[in-house]
């Protein structure tokens, strides 16, 4: 099957530490906004380093997916019928035990938060669901594209999310992962480690 042209991104919402949005995120990108800061979101104390790029006031995992997939699709113009036939690739940083349970759920899978997201958000295409830890969204998008390309699917939601959460942080932050100094140097000779931050995206 011949390839189309061209893959066209009709909506898109981000969340981060700069703030709810995909303006607020480009925003503080342009300004050189500092996202790293320290955690009040949860105890820190006894911790080698105690900063990350957190938004204060978040809902869950599953709440704050809903919402960028929503608003995703309202930009994109997605009426009912137009989400009914839309696939959702989902990404999340962890596997399904790094999942907060939502009400009324059996147990905390990934295939169930994708169920879960599809249903509230009347998706009603094929699912698929990526957890390759950092490189989870980026090899959705990628997919969805070359499947667009190709003729395979007309239309797919990519949502993507990570919360920082007590337990991953004081894993990172035991096995010495994170920058001491509080600095990430991408790059860097002189890099100290990574820091954790909050990321949740549609597109």
Known sequence: MAERETVRITGTYALSALGRGADALLAGVLTGTPAFAPVRRFDTTGRRVTVAATLPDVGTLAGELTDAIDTAARAAGLDRAGRAESALFLATHGGPYSLPVPQGWDEPTVPALAGHLAARCGLGGRTRIYTTACVSASSAVA??????????LERVVVAAGYLVEPDQYALFDAGR?????GAVRPFSAGRKGLLLGDGVAAV
């Open 143 to 152: 997919d969805a594209a070359a499947l667009i390309r190709r003729g395979h």
């Open 177 to 181: 992962a994170l920058a001491a100094d």
